[in-house]
T-cell receptor, first 116, second 116 residues
Framework: GAGVSQTPSNKVTEKGKYVELRCDPISGHTALYWYRQSLGQGPEFLIYFQGTGAADDSGLPNDRFFAVRPEGSVSTLKIQRTERGDSAVYLC??????????????FGPGTRLTVL | DQQVKQNSPSLSVQEGRISILNCDYTNSMFDYFLWYKKYPAEGPTFLISISSIKDKNEDGRFTVFLNKSAKHLSLHIVPSQPGDSAVYFCAASANFYGGATNKLIFGTGTLLAVQP
């Protein structure tokens, strides 16, 4: 079946603008994660959804970042008043999140955000 | 504060030889460890994992070793193949047995180049 998809693949914006990044998880996966990967770094956790609710948003860097998952499937990461430091690849992952044990996270290809 | 560290940014190995990638961690609450492989312009793909109750896990050419007392794990690839050339990320998760968020903490990655 289809994997995790993310749109757009690339986004160039100007400092101060608002952007939305979309993630379509694997069908049936209840857990959804957003990560951010800056140049030369590993992915950094931003937020985790279990169903429609944000179960852990401890990784969001500040209140300019917000994410939603209104129907428990597609998620949108929203960044207000973008800054040059927000430039990174934003990765989305999903997993089955069964009751016990670890559930493998499947990653999408990412959205490369460039803030000029 | 880098909780998961990969101190070798790159590694070059001849085809057919063994590749050894290393990873150190500082957080004693980590109880599940994973290796992801990443090609350019793609998301990370899961390779192999190990829980803290084990010290070795093997899957074909890939073996992960965990030394809890040293807070160290390694990935062995043998024999190495040119198609293994990619960036390898070590990742760790806490609360595997508690069923928490399973968010992953990644290292900075090691670029493996397997020379034909």
């Amino acid at each position: 079946g289809a994997g995790v998809s993310q749109t757009p693949s690339n986004k160039v914006t100007e400092k101060g603008k608002y952007v939305e990044l979309r993630c379509d998880p694997i069908s049936g996966h209840t857990a959804l994660y957003w990560y951010r990967q800056s140049l030369g770094q590993g992915p950094e956790f931003l937020i985790y959804f279990q169903g429609t609710g944000a179960a852990d948003d401890s990784g969001l860097p500040n209140d300019r970042f917000f994410a939603v998952r209104p129907e428990g499937s597609v998620s949108t990461l929203k960044i207000q008043r973008t800054e040059r430091g927000d430039s990174a690849v934003y990765l989305c992952a999903s997993s089955l999140n069964e009751a016990s044990g670890y559930n493998e996270q499947f990653f999408g290809p990412g959205t490369r955000l460039t803030v000029l | 504060d880098q909780q998961v560290k990969q101190n070798s940014p790159s590694l070059s190995v001849q085809e057919g030889r063994i590749s050894i990638l290393n990873c150190d961690y500082t957080n004693s609450m980590f109880d599940y460890f994973l290796w992801y492989k990443k090609y350019p312009a793609e998301g990370p793909t899961f390779l192999i994992s190990i829980s803290s109750i084990k010290d070795k896990n093997e899957d074909g050419r890939f073996t992960v070793f965990l030394n809890k007392s040293a807070k160290h794990l390694s990935l062995h690839i043998v024999p190495s193949q040119p198609g293994d050339s990619a960036v390898y990320f070590c990742a760790a998760s806490a609360n595997f047995y508690g069923g928490a968020t399973n968010k992953l903490i990644f290292g900075t990655g090691t670029l493996l180049a397997v020379q034909p």
